[in-house]
């Protein structure tokens, strides 16, 4: 009887040291797999600046984070949707920073052409602010980022001077997929911006030339050399652009050809391309240095005003950790915290993530897809520029002849020039 009896109790602890030390190790999982920060111990909480579309996941993190760096205070500053909203929280946010004050973390968007609605955002021009020293150098922190994990091409935009400035988070592009019943004449879409622009294939030209008016961003590289203080591009080489563009769009405003399964598709939404069985010609819109550019849509800095840098890197090391880009989430006391994020921007900086985001396509678009994604050769920010360019474009191509064109086009890159040099 006292042997069952000695058993039953020692069990009873056995099951006790197991729920326990099960405990413990729940909480410290994370810590685990990378070393916890030693953070500023201040009052202060750590301010947060975030656009409304991404309060929620933004909440998701920081649930995990004060459980682990034992309820430190937070306090998110949400960028409103609307225009007018959205205007008004910005110049507030603006003005905190001038004063030296704002917030320490910023996981902002750059300016969208493509919005179907446009709002404010807090810089207009990322990379400007990179090279002004808007935000804190993250150079002595990357130790604590395990960086193998992120896609390298794209992490690079961030590097300003050769520093780490700030971390790109979702990227975008555009894809074209056509049926093969739909390009009788193709055999190989070219690389190279100006073939492509003078296609015969009746479809791309088409496509294109309708496409062409909203990416016309897309066909340049970088636009600025921040460092130089100089445009990257010649005048010749942009009005030349502007001629082959305009020519394109007029060229495929005449015809009648009727496209009867095509899909115009970022990045971000290819799983619209799915079906096993599914094949198509995928294609995006070649850039002039012959290779495609990808446009960086949500990123993360620290403000170079923050007091508590520590904690601010401490938040950035949770949001780009593997088990929050994974989706499988961190696992803390009974639950998992911060588990199937996704950022509704764009692919995540994640390696495996656009390999994750191919699995319902048919193996000759995910092959072609690849091969895209291999010759991308220019990673940017969304910024001033792209919305500059659409702008030329539309207002170039308005004009009725030539003297009033030239006009236009010497006026903005004038323009243009002032605009650099401040």
Same mark, same amino acid.
Not at 253 to 262: E, G, M, R, S, V
Not at 387 to 405: F, G, I, M, P, T
């Given at each position: 009887?006292?042997?069952?009896?000695? @058993?039953?109790?020692?069990?009873?602890?056995?099951?006790?040291? %197991?729920?326990?030390?099960?405990?413990?190790?729940?909480?410290?999982?994370? $810590?685990?797999?990378?070393?916890?920060?030693?953070? !500023?111990?201040?009052?202060?909480?750590?301010? %947060?600046? =975030?656009? !409304?579309?991404?309060?929620?996941?933004?909440?998701?993190?920081?649930?995990?984070?004060?459980? %682990?760096?034992?309820?430190?205070?937070?306090?998110?500053?949400?960028?409103?949707?609307?225009?007018? $909203?959205?205007?008004?929280?910005?110049?507030?946010?603006?003005?905190?920073?001038?004063?030296?004050?704002?917030?320490?973390?910023?996981?902002?968007?750059?300016?969208?052409?493509?919005?179907?609605?446009?709002?404010?955002?807090?810089?207009?021009?990322?990379?400007?602010?990179?090279?002004?020293?808007?935000?804190?150098?993250? /150079?002595?922190?990357?130790?604590?980022?395990?960086?193998?994990?992120?896609?390298?091409?794209?992490?690079?935009?961030?590097?300003?001077?050769?520093?780490?400035?700030?971390?790109?988070?979702?990227?975008?592009?555009?894809?074209?997929?056509?049926?093969?019943?739909?390009?009788?004449?193709?055999?190989?879409?070219?690389?190279?911006?100006?073939?492509?622009?003078?296609?015969?294939?009746?479809?791309?030209?088409?496509?294109?030339?309708?496409?062409?008016?909203?990416?016309?961003?897309?066909?340049?590289?970088?636009?600025?050399?921040?460092?130089?203080?100089?445009?990257?591009?010649?005048? !010749?080489?942009? @009005?030349?652009?502007?001629?082959?563009?305009?020519?394109?769009?007029?060229?495929?405003?005449?015809?009648?050809?009727?496209?009867?399964?095509?899909? =115009?598709?970022?990045?971000?939404? &290819?799983?619209?391309?799915?079906?096993? /069985?599914?094949?198509?010609?995928?294609?995006?819109?070649?850039?002039?240095?012959?290779?495609?550019?990808?446009? =960086?849509?949500?990123?993360?800095?620290?403000?170079?005003?923050?007091?508590?840098?520590?904690? $601010?890197?401490?938040?950035?090391?949770?949001?780009?950790?593997?088990?929050?880009?994974?989706? /499988?989430?961190?696992?803390?006391?009974?639950?998992?915290?911060?588990?199937?994020?996704?950022?509704?921007?764009?692919?995540?900086?994640?390696?495996?993530?656009?390999?994750?985001?191919?699995?319902?396509?048919?193996?000759?678009?995910?092959?072609?897809?690849?091969?895209?994604?291999?010759?991308?050769?220019?990673?940017?920010?969304?910024?001033?520029?792209?919305?500059?360019?659409?702008?030329? &474009?539309?207002?170039?191509?308005?004009?009725?002849?030539?003297?009033?064109?030239?006009?236009?086009?010497?006026?903005?890159?004038?323009?243009?020039?002032?605009?650099?040099?401040?």
């Amino acid at each position: 009887m006292m042997g069952k009896r000695l @058993k039953k109790i020692f069990g009873l602890i056995l099951i006790n040291i %197991i729920l326990v030390s099960g405990s413990l190790n729940a909480e410290t999982v994370y $810590a685990d797999i990378r070393a916890k920060i030693e953070i !500023e111990k201040t009052e202060m909480p750590l301010k %947060i600046c =975030v656009d !409304e579309e991404n309060k929620k996941t933004a909440l998701q993190i920081v649930a995990a984070w004060k459980k %682990i760096y034992k309820n430190n205070g937070v306090e998110l500053m949400v960028i409103p949707s609307g225009q007018q $909203a959205s205007e008004e929280k910005v110049q507030e946010i603006q003005n905190e920073i001038t004063t030296g004050e704002g917030p320490d973390v910023f996981l902002a968007e750059g300016p969208n052409p493509t919005w179907s609605e446009q709002r404010a955002v807090v810089f207009e021009d990322p990379q400007k602010e990179m090279y002004q020293g808007t935000f804190l150098s993250l /150079k002595p922190y990357m130790k604590y980022f395990d960086i193998d994990i992120l896609e390298e091409k794209i992490l690079s935009a961030g590097v300003a001077n050769e520093e780490q400035i700030l971390l790109p988070m979702t990227y975008d592009y555009f894809l074209y997929a056509f049926t093969t019943q739909d390009l009788p004449e193709n055999t190989k879409i070219s690389r190279n911006w100006l073939e492509l622009a003078r296609q015969k294939e009746k479809a791309i030209q088409q496509i294109v030339g309708q496409r062409s008016g909203v990416q016309f961003f897309d066909t340049f590289s970088e636009v600025v050399d921040y460092k130089k203080k100089t445009l990257l591009y010649s005048e !010749e080489q942009i @009005k030349k652009v502007l001629d082959e563009t305009v020519a394109l769009k007029t060229r495929s405003l005449a015809l009648n050809w009727k496209i009867k399964d095509t899909g =115009v598709v970022s990045l971000n939404d &290819l799983e619209e391309l799915g079906g096993e /069985k599914t094949v198509h010609t995928v294609f995006a819109m070649p850039n002039q240095e012959g290779g495609f550019t990808a446009n =960086v849509t949500l990123y993360a800095g620290i403000n170079k005003n923050t007091k508590q840098p520590l904690k $601010a890197v401490s938040f950035l090391q949770m949001l780009y950790s593997e088990e929050v880009l994974s989706g /499988k989430g961190i696992e803390l006391e009974d639950r998992r915290e911060a588990s199937n994020i996704r950022f509704p921007q764009g692919v995540s900086i994640y390696k495996k993530e656009l390999e994750k985001r191919m699995r319902s396509l048919s193996r000759q678009d995910q092959k072609q897809i690849k091969t895209i994604q291999e010759e991308v050769n220019t990673v940017r920010f969304y910024s001033v520029w792209d919305r500059e360019l659409n702008s030329l &474009l539309s207002k170039y191509e308005a004009q009725e002849d030539e003297k009033q064109k030239e006009h236009v086009f010497i006026k903005t890159i004038q323009k243009w020039k002032g605009k650099i040099q401040k």
